[in-house]
């Protein structure tokens, strides 16, 4: 008699749990087209022109913790190309520039967040530089942003400059961050622009690219 009641209840609960399931799948579905468009429309100004981010809702057979969903993001590098997972044909500078994209859509919800991006502008350079550089201050206006950078592009985006030096004292490697004053920043970008032997040229370049950037 209890086995009969408790299998009827058990049945009756996993008729619930599908349409609950049924009712996020229809969610996914449609929140994953408006997000794709939008994260599409951040990926031409990162100048990935003729890539296409897709998300792919497909359904599993039995559910699980999340759902009854399995969530695809797939990318198409033109508009001939197959969609494939984005895991194995994105490159590394085409994966931080995804990356940076969907954080640039989803910054405008729920509450500041620190963001650590490492090295984001991996495989860029030149104007697609600058631009990652304007994403990360944009983000930055909403939640704390964190990035490690070897690019005087994006360095120069920065609200504020840390310097991360390596040193062998007795045996041992010290790691060492120091805050740059305006000047040193300067020098600082001087450098990444030249390289060891800092020039009058890259110096005002530096000074140029700093103010460029308050501008934004």
């Given at each position: 008699e209890s086995l009969k009641i408790l299998e009827a209840e058990l049945k009756k609960k996993e008729s619930e749990l599908h349409d609950l399931a049924g009712q996020l799948s229809t969610k996914r579905k449609s929140a994953s087209k408006k997000f794709a468009t939008r994260v599409n429309q951040e990926?031409?100004?990162?100048?990935?022109?003729?890539?296409?981010?897709?998300?792919?809702?497909?359904?599993?057979?039995?559910?699980?913790?999340?759902?009854?969903?399995e969530v695809l993001f797939m990318i198409k590098n033109s508009p001939k190309d197959e969609p494939?997972?984005?895991?194995?044909?994105?490159?590394?500078?085409?994966?931080?520039?995804?990356?940076?994209?969907?954080?640039?859509?989803?910054?405008?919800?729920?509450?500041?967040?620190?963001?650590l991006f490492d090295e984001v502008d991996t495989g860029v350079s030149g104007p697609t530089a600058e631009k990652v550089g304007k994403k990360l201050k944009s983000i930055a206006r909403a939640h704390q942003v964190i990035c490690i950078t070897h690019l005087p592009q994006v360095a120069a985006y920065g609200d504020a400059h840390f310097l991360i030096s390596k040193d062998v004292k007795k045996g041992l490697v010290h790691s060492e961050v120091t805050e740059l004053s305006k000047e040193d920043r300067v020098k600082e970008l001087g450098r990444l622009i030249s390289g060891e032997k800092v020039t009058a040229s890259s110096l005002t370049h530096a000074r140029e690219m700093l103010k460029s950037s308050r501008t934004i």
């Amino acid at each position: 008699e209890s086995l009969k009641i408790l299998e009827a209840e058990l049945k009756k609960k996993e008729s619930e749990l599908h349409d609950l399931a049924g009712q996020l799948s229809t969610k996914r579905k449609s929140a994953s087209k408006k997000f794709a468009t939008r994260v599409n429309q951040e990926l031409v100004d990162l100048n990935m022109k003729g890539a296409e981010l897709l998300i792919e809702v497909r359904p599993l057979e039995t559910l699980n913790s999340t759902g009854g969903d399995e969530v695809l993001f797939m990318i198409k590098n033109s508009p001939k190309d197959e969609p494939r997972p984005i895991s194995r044909v994105a490159s590394g500078g085409e994966l931080s520039r995804i990356m940076l994209a969907i954080k640039q859509v989803i910054v405008s919800h729920g509450w500041p967040m620190t963001y650590l991006f490492d090295e984001v502008d991996t495989g860029v350079s030149g104007p697609t530089a600058e631009k990652v550089g304007k994403k990360l201050k944009s983000i930055a206006r909403a939640h704390q942003v964190i990035c490690i950078t070897h690019l005087p592009q994006v360095a120069a985006y920065g609200d504020a400059h840390f310097l991360i030096s390596k040193d062998v004292k007795k045996g041992l490697v010290h790691s060492e961050v120091t805050e740059l004053s305006k000047e040193d920043r300067v020098k600082e970008l001087g450098r990444l622009i030249s390289g060891e032997k800092v020039t009058a040229s890259s110096l005002t370049h530096a000074r140029e690219m700093l103010k460029s950037s308050r501008t934004i």
